[in-house]
């Protein structure tokens, strides 16, 4: 069971250029995230998703582009880097609501980008 | 808004010692509190989780948490840590709004254990 998969591990940008973050998940979730975290500032919520078809904004939106055409993918979507982009990125899912006992975030492994 | 706030930002231990996390959050309604651990290089996993009920959680690992309604806190402990406890530690809180499972996170402590 691969769980939360991210690609690419690592990337390196230059300012300006566009790239996608691809997380897939084969547990059938509904609910999907994407967080950056950064130093000093613990994990953001960038966009979400409850389902194909329907995303949502989180905290951090700016800057990012998100869709969900199947259950079991989630890209993000940086069309003009820039530096303050630069950070870590978790994408994260989930089957069960986090209001019932059994309620949890699965997270991946994280994307590290580094915009020059 | 909602916030998380957790004070320490690292704490440095030897084997043995008790460990004791604060955790704050700012919201007035119905909450589910999280504790998630960070083990270095690796993704974030969930360490115990307060849904309803008895305020003492118990976790994976020897971690407990203890939910203070009137305080506002959910602050993580265990009796006796160990070199491999060494990690970040994120508290984080879900406002109880079915189907919204967003997470807002506190700013994490990084705890280090000296063998």
């Known amino acids: 069971n691969a769980g939360v998969t991210q690609t690419p591990k690592f990337q390196v940008l230059k300012t300006g250029q566009s790239m996608t973050l691809q997380c897939a998940q084969d547990?059938?979730?509904?609910?999907m995230s994407w967080y950056r975290q950064d130093p000093g500032m613990g994990l953001r919520l960038i966009h979400y998703?409850?389902?194909?078809?329907?995303?949502d904004q989180g905290e951090v939106p700016n800057g990012y582009n998100v869709s969900r055409s199947t259950t079991e993918d989630f890209p993000l979507r940086l069309l003009s880097a820039a530096p303050s982009q630069t950070s870590v990125y978790f994408c994260a899912s989930s089957y069960t609501p986090l209001q019932v006992n059994t309620g949890e975030l699965f997270f991946g492994e994280g994307s590290r980008l580094t915009v020059l | 808004a909602q916030s998380v706030s957790q004070h320490n930002h690292h704490v440095i231990l030897s084997e043995a010692a008790s460990l004791e996390l604060g955790c704050n959050y700012s919201y007035g309604g119905t909450v589910n509190l999280f504790w998630y651990v960070q083990y270095p290089g690796q993704h974030l996993q969930l360490l115990l989780k307060?849904?309803?009920?008895?305020?003492l959680v118990k976790g994976i690992k020897g971690f407990e948490a203890e939910f203070i309604k009137s305080k506002f806190s959910f602050n993580l402990r265990k009796p006796s840590v160990q070199w491999s406890d060494t990690a970040e530690y994120f508290c984080?809180?879900?406002?109880?709004?079915?189907?919204?499972?967003?997470?807002?996170f506190g700013t994490g402590t990084r705890l280090t254990v000296i063998p």
């Open positions: 307060y849904f309803s009920g008895d305020p």
């Open positions: 998703s409850v389902g194909a078809g329907i995303t």
């Open positions: 547990m059938n979730h509904e609910y």
């Open positions: 984080a809180v879900n406002a109880g709004q079915t189907g919204a499972n967003n997470l807002f």
